[in-house]
C-alpha cells in the first residue's frame, strides 16, 4: 500500500509538468481539431494526378508599375504565386492552416509565443535555402517599411528570433491574441540576399525572387503579365502542394474596362472570369460560344462570410460628421428598386458587417452580449439595447416617398433644411459630396442613387476614376463616398484593428477608409482579437457588429452565397464541393478538351 501511495504522489506530481509541456504538431486551428490528419497526402479537394502543363489566360481591371505590393507606392502586380507561406490554409476548413514551408509547429508551455521548423529542403527559385534569417528578416522588414498594415496585423510580436538556419521563434506581449500563429504562418517569407542590394521601400521593376510554384516570366507594365510553373518546384510533393498549382503558365492580361475586359472574353481572348455583376450574367453570356458548349457558366455555392459592401462615408468629412445625415443618406437608397431592375432580383441585402455568419449579429443584445454593451450603455445610443438594426424596404416602384420623408426628419434633427429645392445648413449652404467609383459599371447604381438624393436638395455627383488613381484616392483618405467592400473571415483577428481602429484611421494607406474614431468601438475591437475562446469571439462580434451598424458608416449594399464563374471548356477540376466555393490552384488543363476547344475558336467558334 505504501508503494502504491508513492506511485500515484510521483504521478500527481508529474502531471503539471506534463501539462506545461510545450505542444508541438503539424496544423494550426481557431476552431478546434484539424479536420485532416498528420499524416494526410494531399488536399481532400485536390487530385494527385492532375496532368500538369497547358496555359490559362485570365483579365484584370486597372494596370500595374511594380512588382512589390508590400509597400503604398506604385500599383503592383499580383505576385502572391511567387512565396510560400510557413502554413497553408486548407480551402475546405476555416480558419485552419497546415505546416508548408514549415515542417512542424511548436507553441511554448507559456502560450506567449510560437516556433517554426523549416524543411530543410525548401528553397528560393536560385537555390538558395529558405532559412530561419529570411523569416526574421521579412517579419522585420514588413513591419518596419510595409504598409501601415503590417505594423498593426504585427504588433503583438515583441520579438522574433532564427535560433538556428532552421527554427524561428516568435514572442508575444500576452497569450490573448490566439491568431498570431495563423497570422504568423500565413506570411509570405522573402529573400533577404536578394533584397540586401534593393530599396525594399520602392516600386519594383524587376521580377522578385520567389520559393512558390511560380515565377514571373514575359511582362509589359500595364498590359500584360505571365506567371511560369516552376517545375522543380521544392513543395510539389508536399501534402499541401500535391495536385495543386497545375496550369503551366498562366497570363494575365489588363483593360481598362470592365466591358473590354468581357469582350476579350467572348473573342476567346481570355478563358476564365468571375462574373460579379447580375445584370451581366443575366444577359451578356447568350453568345454563340455559349450555345455550342465551348463555354461553360456556374454558379457554385459557397459558405464564406460576405462581410459587407456599401457607399462608405468619409467621416472625417465634415458634411458627414453627424449620425443622423449618415443614416438619413442610408435611408433615400432603394435597395428594392435596383435589386428588380439592375440585379434581377439577384442579392440579399446586408445588414451586418459579418454576414452569412455566425458573427452577425440579429435582434437585440442578450446573454453575454447584453452584460458586455452595459459597460458601454452611456455611450452608445439607447435604441442599441431596444431596437433591432433595421434597413428600409421599399415596395421597388422607386416610389419611396416614405423613406425620403423620414431621411428628411433626420436631416432636420441634424440642422438641416429645404430652401429653395435644396438642402442647406444653418449657413444656407447647399449639401454636396462626390461619390468616386474605380469602374464605370457600378455608375448605373450610383447615378439613379443621385437622382433620389436629388429629390432631397442634395448635389451628389459621381466620379469615375482608374483603380491605380482610385487606390490613391483612398489610402490618402482625399474623397467623400467611395464604395468599399470589407471581406470576413470565420474567425476575425487582427485585421479588425486596420478596419475599425482609430490608430489605422489617421495613418495613410490604412483599411480604416471611413475614419472610424470610437473608443467604445477600439475596445470592442480589442475585446474581439484577444477572445480567448470562439463563444467568446462570437459575444465580441455581435457586440462590435451592433455598434458599428448604430454609426451608419456605410449604405449597405447586397451579398450573395455563390460565385459566378464563366470558362471556355478547356479545363478540369476535382468534382468535390468545398468551402470556398471555388479552388482555382486545384484546375488543370484537359488536352483533350483544349484542343477542341482551341480549334473552335480559331475557327471562329
Not at 521544392?234 to 498562366?250: K, M, V, Y
Not at 460579379?276 to 447568350?286: E, G, L, M, P
Not at 468534382?575 to 478538351?593: F, H, K, Q
Request: glycine content about 6%; some cysteine.
Amino acid at each position: 500500500m505504501r508503494l502504491l501511495f508513492l506511485v500515484l504522489a510521483a504521478l500527481l506530481c508529474a502531471a503539471p509538468a506534463r501539462a506545461q509541456e510545450a505542444v508541438r504538431t503539424y496544423a494550426f486551428s481557431m476552431l478546434g481539431a484539424p479536420a485532416l490528419p498528420a499524416d494526410f497526402t494531399h488536399f481532400p479537394y485536390a487530385d494527385p494526378n492532375a496532368p500538369k502543363g497547358g496555359t490559362m489566360a485570365l483579365s484584370a481591371v486597372g494596370s500595374f508599375d511594380s512588382f512589390n505590393p508590400f509597400v503604398l507606392r506604385g500599383s503592383a502586380a499580383d505576385i502572391t504565386r511567387l512565396y510560400d507561406t510557413l502554413l497553408r490554409a486548407s480551402a475546405d476548413e476555416a480558419s485552419t492552416a497546415y505546416v508548408h514551408l514549415a515542417s512542424a509547429i511548436e507553441l511554448p508551455a507559456d502560450k506567449l509565443g510560437v516556433v517554426f521548423d523549416l524543411r530543410p529542403e525548401a528553397k528560393f527559385h536560385d537555390g538558395h535555402p529558405v532559412t530561419a534569417e529570411d523569416v526574421v528578416w521579412t517579419f522585420n522588414t514588413l513591419r518596419e517599411k510595409g504598409r501601415p498594415f503590417y505594423r498593426q496585423y504585427y504588433a503583438d510580436v515583441t520579438e522574433v528570433q532564427a535560433i538556428n538556419p532552421h527554427r524561428v521563434e516568435f514572442r508575444f506581449k500576452s497569450t490573448s491574441n490566439r491568431e498570431l500563429p495563423l497570422i504568423l504562418g500565413e506570411m509570405p517569407i522573402l529573400p533577404k540576399h536578394w533584397w540586401a542590394s534593393r530599396d525594399f521601400t520602392k516600386p519594383l521593376t524587376e521580377p522578385p525572387l520567389g520559393s512558390g510554384p511560380y515565377r514571373i516570366g514575359k511582362f509589359e507594365f500595364g498590359r500584360i503579365v505571365s506567371y511560369e510553373r516552376v517545375p522543380d518546384w521544392w513543395a510539389r510533393d508536399l501534402p499541401t502542394g500535391l495536385g495543386t498549382q497545375n496550369i503551366g503558365t498562366l497570363t494575365v492580361e489588363y483593360f481598362r474596362d470592365a466591358t473590354v475586359a468581357l469582350e476579350a472574353f467572348k473573342a476567346g481572348q481570355v478563358d476564365f472570369r468571375q462574373e460579379n455583376i447580375a445584370k451581366q450574367w443575366a444577359t451578356a453570356y447568350d453568345f454563340p460560344a455559349v450555345q455550342k458548349g465551348l463555354v461553360k457558366k456556374d454558379e457554385i455555392r459557397h459558405h464564406l462570410p460576405t462581410g459587407m459592401q456599401g457607399f462608405a462615408f468619409n467621416v472625417r468629412r465634415p458634411v458627414f460628421s453627424d449620425v443622423r445625415v449618415r443614416r438619413a443618406l442610408a435611408w433615400a437608397f432603394d435597395f428594392e428598386w435596383a435589386n428588380k431592375n439592375l440585379f434581377y432580383s439577384a442579392y440579399t441585402r446586408t445588414r451586418s458587417f459579418y454576414s452569412n455568419s455566425d458573427l452577425e449579429s440579429s435582434g437585440v443584445p442578450e446573454g453575454a452580449e447584453l452584460a458586455l454593451l452595459d459597460g458601454f450603455r452611456d455611450k452608445v445610443p439607447p435604441t442599441l439595447f431596444t431596437q433591432p438594426f433595421t434597413l428600409p424596404v421599399t415596395d421597388g416602384s422607386g416610389n419611396n416617398r416614405e423613406e425620403l420623408r423620414t431621411a428628411l426628419d433626420l436631416f432636420r434633427q441634424a440642422g438641416w433644411t429645404v430652401k429653395d429645392r435644396k438642402l442647406v445648413d444653418a449657413d444656407g449652404h447647399q449639401m454636396s459630396f462626390e461619390i468616386v467609383l474605380d469602374q464605370p459599371s457600378f455608375e448605373r447604381v450610383a447615378l439613379p442613387y443621385v437622382e433620389t438624393l436629388k429629390k432631397l436638395g442634395i448635389e451628389a455627383r459621381v466620379r469615375t476614376v482608374d483603380p491605380a488613381q482610385y487606390q490613391r484616392l483612398t489610402d490618402s483618405f482625399d474623397f467623400d463616398m467611395a464604395v468599399v467592400a470589407i471581406g470576413e473571415s470565420a474567425s476575425p483577428g487582427n485585421e479588425q484593428l486596420g478596419f475599425w481602429s482609430c490608430a489605422s484611421g489617421k495613418q495613410e494607406g490604412g483599411d480604416n477608409v471611413m475614419g472610424i474614431c470610437d473608443p467604445v468601438v477600439d475596445a470592442l475591437v480589442t475585446r474581439l482579437v484577444n477572445a480567448p475562446d470562439y463563444a467568446s469571439q462570437i459575444v465580441a462580434a455581435h457586440a462590435l457588429d451592433r455598434v458599428l451598424l448604430a454609426g451608419w458608416y456605410v449604405v449597405p449594399h447586397w451579398h450573395t452565397q455563390y460565385t459566378r464563374i464563366a470558362y471556355w471548356n478547356r479545363f478540369g477540376r476535382p468534382n468535390v464541393p468545398i468551402r470556398t466555393g471555388v479552388a482555382m490552384d486545384t484546375w488543370w488543363v484537359d488536352s483533350a478538351l483544349a484542343a477542341a476547344t482551341d480549334a473552335a475558336r480559331r475557327g471562329g467558334n
